[in-house]
């Protein structure tokens, strides 16, 4: 066989993943870009915090800003999805700083692949009401939006699930997060924003929910913008913590763990994920760019109770039922692979549970930022994270 020789630089750009590109983007470019294409986007305000919100795309948070309309644009979504006018078509891979998934990805019971086919990725297939389904809108004011509709998802198994969801989403004033947090933020220069989502499913059908024909969790994600430095923080309960849950790829030196904390490298370099189950759990991640000076954290309603039952999204997995209750995803540009995924995302599940006819299931994720200098920064991601920012992996 003759071998192509290729120049070396072409064959950088073409076979190597490529590391997304730090652009800026300020939350009026985005707005502006969105307006476009999203009917009903609403910004809701709280001083020179902003929230760009769709109630129709499922209340969909786009992205957020804690400096104003020039301030940087926190949340990622599929810019190039709506250029070629397939988003709304698509909603599942829209992305957007949080947005209603439901579980699991993989099994018996997935949601995203049809009855009787391998389970590969040529063959997902997302429901149809979770791709395309408009929500319509409940309520808006100055800080919270509510949409809702009826929804049919389908599983591998043949099981039907008729729900109603809602979500509800709460743009919080710098007292709100102080006091959800329990921090400080008057003294010194640093700039917040914090919002919550809450998610509600209800079992409008006529028949109870089965762990044996599958259940129905919900499950949040948030797509972030990477940077080089990156990392994320997971603290656990266990100061004897020594793995985590890996996904799709080796990750030798993209984890490390310290004193029941894991650092997780988010530089959407390197494709892979990482989870814990829930006996590792405590409600609460993070991450910090140097790059950006900014401290993302994220808090989620979580149930201790061992009887509860957490759906397994991994891959090659027999059990469907000893799941993590939170992942970080790390993407990567890889175009010969197509894949094209220049965010990390963080992901939180709620219990499945057997629901009755008129049941409901529910599921509140909060999001917060703050940007600083790294001595301002520090002090709430020790209190909130046990973790200096002066310590490695950040310095």
């Known amino acids: 066989m003759n071998k192509l020789i290729l120049p070396s630089l072409l064959f950088t750009l073409l076979f190597s993943c490529q590391s997304p590109q730090k652009e800026f983007t300020s939350f009026q470019d985005d707005v502006d870009f969105l307006r476009q294409y999203v009917d ?30 020039n301030g940087r644009s926190l949340g990622y979504y599929n810019q190039k999805l709506f250029k070629v006018g ?44 979770l791709d395309t389904l408009k929500f319509n809108t409940d309520e808006t004011s100055n800080k919270q939006v509510i949409a809702s509709n009826d929804m049919v ?36 220069d640093k700039k917040s924003i914090g ?42 309960n266990s100061s004897e913590l020594d793995t985590v849950t890996n996904y799709f ?11 029941g904390v894991a650092f997780y490298k988010v530089d959407a370099g390197y494709l892979n994920k990482m989870g814990l189950p829930q006996k590792h759990i405590r409600p609460i991640m993070g991450s910090y760019s140097p790059e950006m000076n900014l401290l993302n954290i994220v808090v989620y309603s979580f149930d201790s109770d ?52 008129g049941e409901e299931l529910q599921h509140k994720q909060s999001v917060y930022h703050f940007e600083g200098s790294k001595e301002e920064l520090t002090p709430i991601a020790e209190q909130l994270l046990g973790v200096s920012l002066f310590d490695a992996p950040f310095n």
């Open 40 to 69: 009903d986007l609403t910004v809701l305000k709280k001083g020179e915090a902003l929230m760009a919100v769709s109630p129709s795309w499922q209340g969909r948070v786009f992205t957020t800003s804690l400096d104003g309309e």
């Open 86 to 129: 397939k988003a709304d078509q698509q909603l599942s891979k829209a992305g957007g700083e949080s947005r209603m998934w439901f579980g699991p990805e993989v099994g018996d019971f997935s949601i995203f692949f049809p009855p009787n086919v391998e389970q590969v990725g040529e063959n997902m297939k997302v429901s149809a009401d």
């Open 153 to 188: 998802i389908e599983n591998a198994y043949g099981t039907s699930f008729t729900i109603h969801a809602s979500r509800s989403i709460e743009l919080f004033d710098v007292k709100t997060i102080e006091k959800n947090l329990g921090i400080q933020l008057q003294n010194g």
């Open 195 to 236: 919002f919550e989502t809450n998610t509600i499913i209800k079992n409008t059908g006529n028949t109870t929910w089965s762990k044996d024909t599958g259940l129905l969790p919900i499950w949040i994600l948030g797509c972030f913008h990477p940077s080089e430095k990156q990392w994320a923080i997971v603290p656990t």
């Open 249 to 259: 790829t080796d990750q030798t030196g993209r984890v490390m763990i310290k004193k």
């Open 306 to 357: 061992p009887n509860l039952l957490y759906v397994n999204s991994e891959w090659g997995k027999e059990n469907n039922y000893d799941g993590d209750v939170m992942n970080i995803f790390n993407g990567e540009i890889n175009l010969p692979l197509d894949r094209d995924w220049p965010f990390y995302e963080f992901e939180s599940f709620s219990a499945a549970k057997e629901l009755q006819p």
